[in-house]
């Protein structure tokens, strides 16, 4: 049983880790703004002092970062607000992690890569397109300079059941029920992870002292059209409304996505014991979690 602070648990990762590292461990959640429970500290991870003043008082041995601004398109119109929050945040809990001697594990992106190639692998060459994967690769350079013990996960387009905050799959599922077309692109690829499935193996990682960078991911590379009608099948909506767009025309977005930024997950698959799930795998988990509470 260790003592594990976790980041940004007001966030649908932050919650189901924290859900998740509640059977097993000592957790103390934090927040910036939104408190997720009565026990959540609150922690403006901005502020050096701030985070030296919890990390002294509770001394965790390990800290799981996944406080950060994931709105893309509003990284690149507020960068200044996205450089303190993913870049010099995650360079303050590098510091004092390393001054208390607690192991860091951050939630990086599959943003970091610029979509040339797809099913990256962990060596492969960084090249982000966007603010948003600028200042989540400059948050791996920070613990990769600081920290002595680090754990680096990369993931994707995380989803799952969350009242919160809306992710694409809860998204989809309510442009589904309101029975009006809507458009999603066709020629952008990732590896939708289900948030409960990465806490799982986010915990196995943490239980068994994993340091390093991996990526840690859906184990199915998908177009978000493709996604969106596995959503809509899985939970009995009609496909129909769901309309195929390119990249190059959807007008909504401000800031340029990498076309296929999928992970390769061959390398955390031979250290965990966790089945990283296909896209129908996770759905069906999403949908009993949903049954559940009716």
Not at 143 to 166: A, D, M, Q
Not at 201 to 227: C, N, P, Q, W
Request: aromatic share 8%; proline share 3%.
């Amino acid at each position: 049983m260790a003592k594990i602070l976790i980041t940004g648990t007001s966030g649908l990762l932050g919650n189901k880790i924290t859900l998740e590292a509640k059977r097993r461990h000592i957790v103390y959640p934090t927040h910036a703004t939104h408190p997720s429970s009565s026990r959540s500290l609150k922690m403006d991870i901005t502020n050096e002092n701030e985070v030296k003043q919890v990390f002294y008082k509770i001394k965790p041995e390990v800290v799981i970062h996944t406080a950060a601004e994931t709105n893309v398109d509003k990284c690149s119109k507020d960068k200044k607000h996205a450089f303190a929050v993913n870049s010099e945040g995650t360079k303050n809990l590098a510091k004092v992690c390393n001054q208390i001697d607690a192991r860091i594990v951050y939630i990086s992106t599959d943003y970091v890569f610029d979509g040339e190639k797809g099913l990256y692998k962990e060596e492969d060459n960084t090249n982000p397109l966007n603010f948003y994967g600028f200042t989540k690769l400059m948050g791996e350079k920070h613990i990769l300079e600081i920290c002595k013990r680090y754990l680096i996960l990369r993931t994707s387009v995380l989803y799952g059941f969350y009242h919160e905050k809306p992710n694409f799959a809860m998204w989809v599922i309510t442009a589904l029920k309101d029975k009006k077309p809507f458009h999603v692109v066709e020629d952008h690829y990732n590896s939708p992870t289900l948030a409960s499935n990465l806490a799982e193996v986010t915990l196995e990682m943490v239980d068994k002292e994993l340091d390093g960078l991996y990526h840690a991911a859906g184990s199915e590379r998908i177009s978000r059209y493709s996604f969106a009608l596995r959503i809509a099948e899985t939970f009995e909506f009609n496909t129909d409304l769901i309309k195929p767009v390119k990249m190059h025309e959807l007008k909504a977005w401000v800031a340029k996505r990498p076309k296929d930024s999928s992970l390769c997950v061959n390398k955390v698959k031979k250290q965990i014991d966790t089945t990283l799930l296909h896209v129908s795998q996770g759905l069906k988990k999403m949908k009993m979690k949903l049954a559940n509470l009716k």
